[in-house]
């Protein structure tokens, strides 16, 4: 165990608070996932699996469900990263005005390419769609803050600066050494159809947010096999017998929460 791992049931009692606070905000205890990633994040400078199974625990979900949400969304990093990370654009209006010179500028003076992290885990480097700054291009973020207008001149000044510490915008937490990636190839596991590491272990192969999820209350407005429909709120994830939507309908009358 490493000391990050260590040192984790300190930092989770240390937020646990702020933890409650957020998840408090929400009807749906569920919407707080992104805000508590968020959090574990900017403290552990990565999202942990610690750190999601205490999400998972806090919010009575599956593993599975967190590790789904955060893999969907790219800010959210699942293996340690550099305390800098550099993102250029190279959406169609940087390109236009010269992102394949910055990017290779920054490939040749940080000697990493696209989704690499320097040997000293300073500098993580990425190459990213559209950052919707346009009119500012070439533009890049470093720890998601914008830099605008960028030459040749400018980037030498930002690298020289992260390099020595210091750079406007402060530097990600770093509470364990990172690897030369922190891509995550798709699992062995999942291209044969079987589970995910967040899904292991449940009772069903179907129960990681699919069938049977006992947080899932889903809004089940289709058509099924025999055309009938629901509308509104249902429990029920999918109904695929006629005779089951039936019962299903006459268990909802009787107790009262029929729609």
């Not at 990093?77 to 910055?102: D, F, H, M, W």
């Not at 096999?225 to 999918?238: K, Q, V, Y």
């Amino acid at each position: 165990m490493n000391e990050r791992r260590e040192a984790f049931p300190a930092l989770l009692a240390r937020l646990r608070p702020e933890c409650d606070a957020i998840v408090a905000q929400y009807e749906d205890r569920r919407s707080a996932l992104l805000p508590l990633m968020h959090l574990f994040q900017q403290h552990e400078g990565f999202v942990s699996a610690e750190a999601m199974q205490a999400a998972a625990d806090m919010l009575d979900v599956t593993p599975a469900v967190v590790e789904s949400t955060v893999s969907f969304y790219t800010l959210f990093y699942r293996r340690p990263v550099g305390k800098y990370v550099v993102q250029v654009c190279r959406g169609l209006a940087c390109t236009i005005n010269g992102a394949e010179s910055v990017m290779r500028t920054f490939r040749e003076k940080l000697g990493i390419e696209h989704l690499q992290t320097t040997d000293d885990g300073v500098f993580s480097y990425e190459e990213v769609e559209c950052l919707a700054a346009c009119d500012r291009a070439t533009c890049a973020q470093v720890n998601l803050e914008f830099v605008y207008d960028l030459d040749q001149k400018q980037i030498d000044d930002m690298i020289a600066a992260m390099r020595a510490g210091t750079y406007k915008t402060p530097p990600m937490a770093q509470t364990e050494t990172p690897g030369k990636t922190w891509h995550v190839a798709q699992l062995p596991e999942i291209s044969k159809g079987r589970q995910a590491p967040g899904a292991r272990g449940t009772e069903s192969p179907n129960n990681a947010g699919g069938v049977g999820d006992k947080v899932g209350e889903i809004m089940l407005d289709r058509i099924i096999d025999l055309g009938l429909a629901f509308h509104g709120d249902t429990r029920e994830r999918a109904v695929k017998q006629a005779r089951d939507v039936v019962k299903l309908i006459e268990e909802e009358e009787k107790s009262g929460a029929g729609h």
